[in-house]
Every structure is written in C-alpha cells, then in structure tokens.
C-alpha cells in the first residue's frame, strides 16, 4: 500500500495496477479528514466521500505580534467561510496601561494584514473584551473601559469591515453610568445586527439589590433598538457572568449565573436564562438551566444554531465527584429542554473549570475547558475540547501543543460548516517567553457529502478497465463544491502478487507517496 500525497486542486497521476481495484482516499476537500470509495473504470466514476468533524488544521498558531509583557484574555469570532479573528488584552501597548488589539486570519490560519489597536480611548484599562461577527466577515468588539464614562467601569464597542479598517467611531453602549458595568458578551445574527449584554450595579431603578444583567440592540449599521433592558426577573442578590447567543434571524438567548434565585437553586449560584425575539421582548419565562442544585454552578457559556437551538455549558462544584467539572444542557428553539444535563469532561481529577462553547448551522457543537488533572498535560492547566455531532460526541482532547507551564481560559468560535478555531493564553511557549501569550489552534469540520469524480483522461480507450501493465493518467475532480483537495490517495483491496502500484512521484506537480509496510 501506498499513502500519496498532493498539493494540487485538481491531480493527475500515472499508476500501475490490474483489475478493477478500489482506490480509498484519506484526505480531500480543503485537507478535510474523509473516506471515499473509488473504482477505477476508463470512463470515469462518480462516488462521495464524507468528512470526519475535529480533525488539527495545521500548528497551533502564535497570535500576537508583540511579546513585550502579558497578552491574555483571548476570545475569537469566526465567519460563514472559515476566516477569524482573534481579539485580546495587551498590557501596556497601547501606552497606557491595558489596551484591547486584534488580528485577522484567513481561513488556512494565515495572519491577514497586521496587527491592529481596537480601543480609540487609551486613558487607564480597557480590558475584557468580547467579540461577534457576521456571514461576511464584518465584525463587533465590545470591551470594558475604566472611567472612560466618569464612574468606574463602563462597556464600549467598535465596529469593523471584515478587512479590520474601523466603521464609525468608538461607542459607549451602557446607558446607565452610575457605578460598575462590565463583563460585556456579545452576539449578531448573519445580517450583522447584535446585541450586547453586561452587568451592571448602578441601575437601582430596575435592579436595587446588587448586581443584575442589562442588554441593548443594535442594527447592523451602529444604530441602538430601543432602550437599554433589563433581562433578568429575579432582582434579588447578583446576576453575574452574562453570555448571549443569537440565532439567524435576530433571536436570542441570554444566560447568566444568580444567587438570588432561592426558589429554584437555594445553594449558591445557579445557571439561568431567558430567551427573547428579534426585537428585545421577551419570549417566555426566566428559566433555571442547571438540575443539580448542589453547590455552586458557574461560567456560563451559550451558543445558538441558526435555528435557534442551543446549547448553555457551565462549570459546577464537586457535581462530578472531584473538584470542578462542566456540564452541559440542550434546548429547543422554543427554550424547552432537549434530553438530560450532560457530564462534558471525561477527566475528573482536580479542577476542569471556564469552558467555552460553539455551534454550527446544523446544532453540531463543540466545548472547550481549561483542566489541570489530565495525564497529557502534566505542567499545569492545558486546554481540552470535545466534539458533539448529532447524538455522538468525541472523546475528550488536549487542543494545546505547548504543554509547559499553563495554557488557559480557551475561547471557542465555529463555522457554518463546523471548522472551528479555539484560541486561549499560555506562559509556556517558547514564541513568547515575556510572560502570556495569545495562541491558537484550527480543526477542521464537521461531516459533509464531497462529490468525487475520476476521469481518466489518458491511456485507455472508452469502456476498458485498468489491466496489468497498463499505465493511464487520472484526475480526481469535487463536483459538488468546488474545486478540492484531495491527498492521501490509498490502494485498497487485494493487490494481485507481482502487480505494483507506482505513483509519479518524479513529476513535480505530481504525487507525493511513501510505501507502507504492508505493500
């Protein structure tokens, strides 16, 4: 057998072979991981291959450009085709104190372009940034800033056109300045209008007992819907923590953690949500997410299919018998829940804590953690994802390469196809040894019908099968998406004694191949 490898869009190579063998292809379509069945007939044959979700796309990437200091605070928002860009915190390079910077990546995970400041205001901190993007690769960063707007911290934003150049100004999105607004999180439908979600302890008109959880729509164009609301019921004690999640259409689901909800979780803090349409009303009842009352549960994450299915993970106390786990539970478009709260990590031991959470077009979904007790990461905390396509989910897997030292709090975005991109911060790499640096790592996506064709094009007349001896010229053509990829070409079968099979590896724009043992 022979593993046969490629550059080329469009391959053509010369074999040897007898009889009608099939040809098993690994790898095709944009380097997705695949199997396809081919026989080889002159006339050509038509099969489709499937992709195989969460497969490494390339090395895990340095993201910043300045290593001077820390970088920390990495979240990252991908569009419809792959492309991403990575947000972060920079500690003294905007020239005073922390400031917020970016850096797009085409879809292969190639840097597009430099580098590029965020935040226009530089007095004091900006800091916890969060960051949503539309099909087309324009986006919204949202952020923290401190006494920018006269009393403490207050929540501001920047919009960009997918090639970063900044559309409009800088702008403050909490209305309510008195005390403390942070934490922001926001989220945009495919026609890039969104919603930005905080919390805030200055709004004592609407929520007098602490902290307490306040969103704002926007269209597409900058422009605010409406009024600042308030999304939690329950005022008493803090709402914390919020995350949002938008569906295609403008629909929304907000979560947050709460310890003043005693009727429904009287042990701590617990998840919650609520769901609202494309305008800001609510639709339905602030509901309780987690069923284990136990102890704390905290962190929430949530992410939305176009559909408007979701899917809300979240870190709890000792739920799985040693220290902290993530958890996770599945709803229905209409907020009813689909099946039972679910168990994400596989390793229990110590602490899996502040996961992250993504979803394709289709519900597919992917969640990332930090954890600090598994065997393929001894160092410290590393980062670890698990895939769940349909009723299926993958094992558990370290997403770092980079194992020295720490590597945490991932963040996790996903295509419409399911390509995701988990970026997270780490003091162990060498490419940046001032202290935390930004880093990431793309997989590729989820399962897809790929439309092969096989033309021989050379070498045998019409209708004649491939006989010993016989040298012919083939090419492999996607049909149904474009033009593919396709990489390690396998012989499978029965291979008939003293029949070779030669690639044309000599050629270069040819194939690659290196003979397995069990040629």
């Not at 590029?116 to 923290?144: H, K, M, R, Y």
């Not at 799985?320 to 990590?345: C, L, P, T, W």
Request: charged share 20%; hydrophobic share 35%; net charge negative.
């Amino acid at each position: 057998m022979n593993n046969c490898m490629t550059p080329r869009s469009k391959h053509m190579g010369s074999k040897h072979m007898a009889g009608n063998h099939t040809l098993r292809n690994t790898r095709l379509f944009s380097a997705r991981n695949a199997l396809l069945a081919l026989t080889i007939f002159s006339s050509g044959f038509t099969s489709s291959g499937y992709a195989a979700i969460g497969e490494i796309a390339g090395n895990e990437i340095p993201v910043n450009d300045r290593t001077l200091n820390e970088q920390s605070n990495a979240v990252v928002a991908m569009d419809a085709d792959g492309d991403f860009v990575v947000t972060w915190v920079s500690d003294g390079q905007d020239g005073n104190s922390l400031g917020v910077f970016g850096q797009r990546f085409s879809v292969d995970g190639v840097k597009a372009g430099d580098s590029f400041l965020v935040n226009t205001e530089q007095n004091l901190t900006q800091e916890n940034p969060s960051i949503a993007i539309d099909a087309d690769g324009d986006f919204v960063v949202v952020w923290q800033s401190f006494n920018q707007d006269g009393n403490n911290f207050g929540v501001y934003g920047q919009r960009f056109s997918s090639d970063a150049n900044e559309k409009g100004t800088e702008f403050q999105i909490n209305t309510e300045i008195n005390s403390d607004q942070k934490n922001p999180d926001i989220a945009m439908d495919a026609d890039g209008d969104f919603v930005v979600v905080w919390q805030s302890d200055g709004n004592t008109t609407e929520d007098s007992s602490g902290f307490g959880v306040f969103g704002q729509l926007y269209s597409a164009d900058g422009s605010k819907i409406g009024d600042e609301f308030l999304v939690n019921t329950e005022i008493n004690a803090d709402q914390i923590n919020p995350s949002v999640a938008m569906d295609a259409n403008g629909n929304f689901v907000v979560v947050w953690q709460s310890d003043g909800n005693a009727a429904e979780d009287s042990s701590g803090y617990g998840i919650f949500g609520q769901l609202f349409n494309a305008s800001g009303n609510q639709t339905g009842n602030e509901f309780v997410v987690n069923s284990e009352k136990n102890l704390a549960q905290e962190n929430p994450d949530v992410a939305m299919d176009a559909s408007g299915d979701f899917i809300v993970v979240w870190q709890s106390d000792e739920q799985d018998n040693d220290d902290a786990g993530i958890f996770g539970q599945r709803y229905n478009a209409s907020g009813f829940k689909i099946n039972d709260e679910f168990q994400v990590n596989m390793e229990i031991s110590f602490n899996q804590q502040y996961p992250s959470v993504a979803m394709d077009a289709d519900g597919d979904f992917v969640v990332s953690w930090q954890s600090d007790g598994n065997a393929e990461d001894t160092s410290g905390y590393g980062v670890f994802g698990r895939i769940y396509s349909g009723s299926t989910a993958s094992d558990e897997f370290l997403v770092n390469t980079t194992i020295a030292s720490e590597q945490t709090t991932p963040n996790v975005s996903m295509d419409a196809d399911g390509d995701f991109i988990v970026a997270w911060q780490s003091d162990g790499n060498e490419e940046d040894t001032s202290g935390n640096g930004v880093f990431g790592q793309r997989y590729k996506g989820n399962a897809e019908t790929i439309d092969l064709e096989l033309v021989v094009t050379d070498g045998l007349d019409e209708g004649e099968s491939v006989i010993t001896g016989n040298n012919f010229t083939y090419t492999l053509i996607t049909t149904n998406n474009g033009t593919g990829i396709a990489m390690g070409i396998e012989l499978a079968g029965a291979i008939p004694n003293g029949v070779s099979y030669v690639s044309d590896d000599s050629a270069s724009a040819g194939w690659l191949c290196v003979p397995d043992a069990s040629t």
